[in-house]
């Protein structure tokens, strides 16, 4: 069984940074994919970003450039630094662990984050 818990979201201003974390517990971190998505209201969960088990990183297109997914395997955590946040963004983020081999799939309880003057 794996928990994810996820910090960081807030209240930030248009062209303001907000660094999202979420730390999982287990031993599978390290050989998992790991994926941000987001839902804003009304709308169905988006794939944000992607980074591997082997560190190939892949984002949503209204998001290259400002957003950077990484990865610290010894602290079982996965980060999305995200830069000159726009109101668009406002979203609920949800962080997500995938190891398809073994057909695992869990989901973090969500952080809000919120973009606005």
């Known amino acids: 069984q794996v928990q994810l818990v996820e910090s960081g979201g807030g209240l930030v201003q248009p062209g303001g940074s907000l660094r999202l974390s979420c730390a999982a517990s287990?031993?599978?971190?390290?050989?998992?994919?790991m994926y941000w998505y987001r839902q804003a209201p009304g709308k169905q969960r988006e794939l944000v970003a992607t980074?591997?088990?082997?560190?190939?990183?892949n984002y949503v297109d209204s998001v290259k450039g400002r957003f950077t997914i990484s990865r610290d395997n010894a602290k079982n955590t996965v980060y999305l630094q995200m830069n000159s946040l726009k109101p668009e963004d406002t979203a609920v983020y949800y962080c997500n662990l995938k190891k398809w081999s073994r057909g695992l799939d869990y989901w973090g309880q969500g952080t809000q984050v919120t973009v606005s003057s």
């Open positions: 287990g031993s599978i971190f390290s050989i998992s994919d």
């Open positions: 980074i591997t088990s082997a560190g190939r990183t």
